[in-house]
């Protein structure tokens, strides 16, 4: 009994100082992220304003909106958020012959865009990414081919596809639209519209003010 009331004790101080160890940890976290918090909601506040002045400025465009998309460079489509990417290939698609509808931001299914010609209706996943797209997008625009009764699907990447994306697509007659031929989209419909440079310039330097005035946060 002796032996075993020595041995609570010893095992008692291990205790307190393992259970210290973890408060004093906890504590450090804590401090950390109280120091922090200020800088972060100031990168995120700063982040959102910007994003919220972008989107005034693109509805408030209207036709010189429409100029700037057909107009951008496969550079500009990089730094383009979602809803601009979006926006601009429902123009691009629509001088370059479809019915294009946007479809609602929430709940839409996995499409992004309908397009609609002699007859067929085509549903369109959208990707602005910097990294290659993986089978995620492929899912989606085999759920929204099936949900919207479309006849084909597509997904259109501002830069490549996996080889799982690749593979998946073959298998469900996915058409896949990687950097390269949407480049080729975009001279074929800046030619069939015949937008000087110059133009092309004026439009691509006011717009892209507010991103060369905080590049940071792009």
């Known amino acids: 009994m002796e032996n075993q009331t020595t041995t609570e004790q010893n095992s008692s101080p291990v205790k307190k100082k393992g259970k210290g160890k973890k408060i004093a940890k906890s504590c450090f976290f804590i401090l950390l992220f109280i120091i922090l918090l200020p800088f972060l909601i100031i990168f995120y506040g700063t982040r959102a304003i910007i994003k919220s002045v972008k989107k005034r400025k693109w509805e408030k ?4 909106g429409k100029l700037l998309l057909l107009s951008s460079t496969i550079t500009d489509v990089d730094i383009m958020e979602g809803y601009e990417f979006e926006e601009y290939l429902k123009t691009l698609f629509f001088y370059d012959g479809y019915a294009v509808t946007l479809t609602q931001k929430s709940k839409d299914y996995g499409a992004d865009l309908i397009l609609e010609k002699d007859g067929e209706k085509i549903v369109v996943q959208a990707k602005r990414y910097k990294k290659s797209s993986g089978i995620k997008c492929v899912q989606e625009a085999i759920g929204a081919k099936s949900h919207y009764g479309a006849s084909e699907a597509m997904v259109v990447s501002s830069s490549y596809f996996t080889n799982e994306a690749e593979t998946l697509a073959k298998e469900n007659n996915v058409r896949l639209v990687d950097r390269d031929e949407l480049i080729e989209i975009q001279e074929r419909v800046k030619e069939s519209l015949k937008i000087t440079t110059k133009e092309s310039e004026l439009v691509d330097k006011r717009d892209l003010e507010i ?7 792009i």
Not at 211 to 217: G, H, L, T
């Open 211 to 217: 991103e060369q005035r905080f590049p940071f946060m």
């Open 61 to 64: 465009e209207g036709k010189r």
